[in-house]
């Protein structure tokens, strides 16, 4: 969406803040723990024989082989008769030799030939030497790997792993031909057990787990994101949308318009000619009422000689827009920019919505163009600079986005909204220089917040974003002071109230009371997918996956973006990934402050 979609505090919250695919989080040997809007991992370094499987020297074709040449495994040989005739071979020593044999034919690259070998000693391996038919079955999966067959691929490496659950090679070549045949759901758990045999030392697996996660869950969200279901946001939601104008031409008639007194009531119901349906949806814009202003600019659009159809009809793809009805907004803004004697300022307006529209549909390309012609029709609008500046700090292009919100400030330095996205823009370049060094917060990102608190002191948003990087630079008190009056300023802001709760998890470890706090947010809006998301990550902090995946359903439930969608996927996947490879190695899921680790 445009710059509100998760404004300031909300946008710069959950999804739009430092990297979602993070490979800890999916693995759940550290789990993530958030802090102060930022997710931070740590990965267990424990070591634990018994939980990792005892290492077998067998290459990707080959067994292990003693000292001696022959292989660990096989039977020994009982000492020849006088006469010199050897004994007949056992029906273990018989496999081996079978697979020797295709051994020798996949070195020389004959692979069908090595497969006819390893079959021939599957066939012949007693069913009680387990351990020697995983290998034969793995290599074999081997085999079929080089031919391009990932399905047989997959279907001896699950035979070797049903013989030996912790079999590493073939959960490594399992997850890979899963990530070929788009199993994504499988790849992953193969995934996520390599890393916790591995012990969360092998840096190939963790970037696999990070890639396959990554790819789940974009899977997943565009399917879903094009079958959601429309839903109208918060009020709080809807009312920082509009704050993220000043140039809006709809939101400044409805601002200059005089909503009826009460005593008025009945004369409007009874047909003023005064009060049109678009005039009686300009003052449910300042009701906040918003339920019926669909129907009202639609009533408007009926009338044949309505002087007010092209408003209506922009007013109506805005509304169809927040609440997430991209095509009907679409075909609104197409015939409201298909005409050509329309004030200046309308059209730009249009351009900005329908720019973030594809945007947030993933056609960037065709999104840029829209601002970029509306920066020609009209430089001096601040409004096209704050947009395009925030959909810049979603597609990480910061220094854009910087460039465009001071921009912004020029045209119109009382823009608030634009002094707090260019703020948090700083915040977010600094955060992604100091990625993985333990430097504190520079104090120049907290003079930034701070002048804006100063520059608009009732501006909750300012202050929420001053107290997250105050709480990110470990000054609790000093947080928690600009919470309470961001609270104060915008008692409805529930996101405001997920960070508080946040802070008291960084400052005082009382997941309880962090728990609580974030609960009290779903009270004031129960479709706050960012609180939904929280709590999912505290169920996972304590080991509760059922828990945790109801959460992060919920979450996805009333995520506003594609991009959104594909973060809580990550996650709800990663929990769903973490609860099977559990059940099937016995392992006790972890639990906050310091309960068992898995490995």
Not at 192 to 209: D, K
Not at 374 to 401: K, M, S, T, W
Not at 570 to 592: R, T
Request: net charge neutral; charged share 25%.
């Amino acid at each position: 969406m445009a710059a509100a979609s998760k404004s300031v505090v909300s946008d710069t919250n959950s999804t739009d803040t430092w990297p979602k695919w993070q490979v800890a989080l999916a693995i759940g040997a550290p789990l993530a723990v958030v802090i102060g809007g930022v997710w931070a991992y740590r990965r267990s370094k424990r070591k634990d024989a018994k939980s990792s499987p005892k290492k077998r020297d067998d290459k990707d074709n080959t067994t292990s082989q003693s000292n001696t040449g022959k292989d660990k495994h096989s039977t020994p040989s009982p000492t020849k008769p006088a006469s010199g005739q050897e004994e007949e071979q056992t029906p273990l020593e018989k496999a081996q030799a079978e697979k020797n044999k295709g051994n020798k034919y996949f070195k020389a690259t004959r692979y069908d030939q090595a497969i006819t070998c390893y079959t021939q000693a599957i066939r012949m391996c007693p069913p009680g030497n387990k351990a020697d038919l995983a290998t034969f079955y793995h290599n074999r999966a081997a085999a079929y790997e080089k031919l391009r067959n990932n399905k047989m691929v997959v279907e001896d490496c699950t035979m070797a792993l049903e013989l030996n659950n912790r079999y590493v090679k073939a959960l490594t070549r399992r997850a890979a031909a899963c990530e070929q045949l788009e199993d994504l759901s499988q790849a992953l758990e193969d995934v996520t057990a390599l890393c916790i045999l591995e012990g969360f030392q092998n840096p190939t697996s963790l970037q696999t787990a990070d890639r396959v996660l990554k790819n789940l869950g974009q899977t997943k969200a565009k399917e879903a994101f094009r079958n959601r279901k429309p839903a109208m946001p918060s009020k709080h939601f809807i009312r920082t949308y509009f704050a993220a104008f000043v140039n809006d031409p709809v939101l400044n008639a409805a601002k200059k318009s005089a909503p009826p007194k009460p005593a008025d009531t009945d004369q409007v119901a009874n047909g003023d000619p005064d009060a049109s349906p678009y005039q009686q949806a300009l003052w449910k814009i300042i009701d906040e009422d918003y339920d019926d202003i669909v129907s009202l600019c639609t009533q408007e659009l009926d009338f044949p000689d309505s002087q007010s159809k092209t408003e209506a009809k922009l007013l109506r793809a805005t509304l169809y827009l927040l609440c997430n009805q991209y095509d009907l907004a679409l075909a609104d803004l197409k015939v409201v920019l298909s005409e050509e004697d329309i004030p200046k300022r309308l059209r730009i307006n249009a351009m900005i919505k329908r720019g973030s529209i594809y945007i947030q549909m993933e056609k960037q390309t065709e999104g840029l163009d829209d601002f970029a012609s509306a920066v020609r029709i009209d430089p001096e609008n601040a409004d096209i600079y704050h947009h395009r500046g925030h959909h810049n700090i979603q597609l990480e292009r910061i220094d854009d986005a910087l460039r465009d919100l001071e921009n912004a400030i020029s045209k119109d330095p009382t823009f608030a909204a634009s002094h707090v996205q260019k703020s948090f823009a700083e915040h977010k370049r600094t955060a992604m220089q100091m990625m993985g060094s333990n430097l504190p917060l520079p104090q120049t990102v907290l003079q930034s917040y701070k002048a804006n608190v100063d520059m608009f002191p009732k501006n909750g948003d300012a202050r929420a974003l001053y107290a997250q990087a105050l709480g990110d630079a470990g000054k609790f008190e000093e947080a928690e002071v600009q919470f309470a009056e961001a609270v104060k300023l915008d008692p409805d802001n529930a996101t405001a109230l997920v960070h508080r709760g946040l802070l008291k998890l960084q400052a005082d470890k009382d997941i309880k009371e962090a728990t609580r706090t974030i609960n009290t947010a779903l009270e004031l809006d129960n479709r706050c997918e960012y609180a939904y998301e929280v709590l999912g990550t505290l169920e996972v902090q304590q080991g509760h996956m059922d828990k945790a995946m109801g959460h992060f359903e919920k979450a996805i439930e009333y995520s506003r973006t594609e991009s959104e969608m594909a973060h809580l996927f990550s996650l709800l996947e990663a929990a769903k990934a973490q609860l099977n490879v559990a059940k099937n190695f016995g392992i006790q899921l972890p639990s906050f402050g310091g309960g068992p680790p898995m490995v």
